[in-house]
């Protein structure tokens, strides 16, 4: 998509304050230090301390615009054509690493220990989440495809950490079914029929990456813990995040 129009990626994405060209120097720099750790570099620490520096204590409303700030320190955003390259050329050497690497291989990953495994699903949801800035931003859609499985995957993972993160009590996970795009079906929780969520898997990852709004989708809430859930889902590492409102970024299915 960004490939045909390049230019484009000078223009805001509705995830502000970034640009197109800022999402994907994120995307260059996050892989860059994920290449890094996996190779146990003595750079990554470097680069950590640095980016801790750059974004320690600030408050949520700014840390995307200090964030921002260090990634375009490391990448230059000016040559759209070249910030391409980069960012494809760095994302195949890290799939490439990922596939030499065990699964089950402990890394630390921004002060916490992670498996490989883990890392990966996080690199997925990311590519995800951000890439659906550029999507909107260029006004088009993406087919959805069984390649969302992991990143479905990774908002059932993060359930315990949406409750967490704001202080509240963790409820049971409710039944997550939901459509896979060829067809099929994946199913997480259960332990009450009295809590659910049903309906299309994009549309979930969308919601628990803060892209849509809960009220924008074709998901079915059942329950009171399934319902607050999908209002504070958040997948993306971080200070408590509020998602967007409804209606602030469109729909991607009929009601």
């Not at 602030?248 to 299915?253: S, T």
């Amino acid at each position: 998509m960004i490939a045909a129009s390049p230019d484009s990626l000078v223009g805001m994405t509705p995830f502000t304050p970034w640009r197109g060209v800022d999402v994907v120097a994120h995307l260059v720099v996050l892989d860059r230090m994920a290449s890094l750790a996996l190779a146990a570099d003595p750079r990554y620490d470097a680069e950590l301390a640095e980016f801790s520096r750059a974004t320690s204590g600030a408050p949520a409303h700014d840390l995307y615009r200090r964030m921002n700030v260090f990634e375009r320190s490391r990448v230059d955003v000016s040559d759209r054509v070249e910030l391409l390259a980069q960012w494809r050329e760095g994302l195949t050497r890290l799939c490439h690493q990922l596939d030499r690497a065990a699964p089950d291989q402990p890394i630390s990953w921004f002060g916490r220990s992670m498996t490989v495994e883990r890392l990966t699903a996080a690199r997925q949801m990311e590519v995800f989440a951000y890439g659906q800035d550029i999507v909107d931003l260029l006004a088009t859609r993406r087919p959805a495809t069984d390649r969302l499985r992991p990143v479905a995957d990774f908002a059932v993972r993060t359930f315990k950490f949406a409750f967490v993160n704001r202080g509240l009590e963790v409820p049971p996970l409710p039944l997550v079914r939901l459509e896979a795009p060829s067809g099929g079906k994946w199913e997480w929780g259960g332990e009450s029929s009295a809590e659910r969520i049903e309906g299309p898997a994009l549309d979930l990852c969308l919601v628990a990456t803060q892209r849509r709004n809960i009220a924008d989708t074709s998901l079915r809430v059942e329950g009171s813990n399934a319902r607050r859930w999908m209002q504070i889902a958040q997948t993306i590492a971080g200070a408590p995040r509020d998602g967007p409102g409804p209606g602030e970024r469109g729909r991607d299915h009929a009601p």
